[in-house]
């Protein structure tokens, strides 16, 4: 049984900065990528950013030079730093692991910006 736990998340002002943490365990076959989607009230699920077992990374434009995926393969960990934060940055965060068999995601975790 493969389980994610996300952190980090909460309430900050505009401009302000979090750091979301994401922690994979159970029988963990070969990952192929991880990253952060995010879901507005009334919105499709989106790609926020992902992060590849050779650590390419890939952002959406709208968070592009903000934010910064990284990950800790030791630790089966990835990382969310977000900076700059806008209202529109305002979702449920989730954190998703593809293996070379299945897709996983966790039960999310609340930003809201604002002042």
């Known amino acids: 049984q493969v389980q994610l736990v996300e952190s980090g998340g909460g309430l900050v002002q505009p401009g302000g900065s979090l750091r979301l943490s994401c922690v994979a365990s159970?029988?963990?076959?070969?990952?192929?990528?991880m990253g952060w989607y995010r879901q507005a009230p009334g919105e499709q699920r989106e790609l926020v950013a992902t992060?590849?077992?050779?650590?390419?990374?890939n952002y959406a434009d709208s968070v592009k030079g903000r934010f910064t995926i990284a990950r800790d393969s030791a630790k089966n960990t990835v990382y969310l730093q977000m900076n700059s934060l806008k209202p529109e940055d305002t979702a449920v965060y989730y954190c998703?692991?593809?293996?070379?068999?299945?897709?996983?995601w966790g039960q999310g975790t609340q930003v809201t910006v604002s002042s």
């Open positions: 998703n692991m593809k293996t070379s068999t299945l897709n996983y």
């Open positions: 159970g029988l963990i076959r070969r990952v192929i990528v």
């Open positions: 992060i590849t077992s050779g650590v390419s990374t």
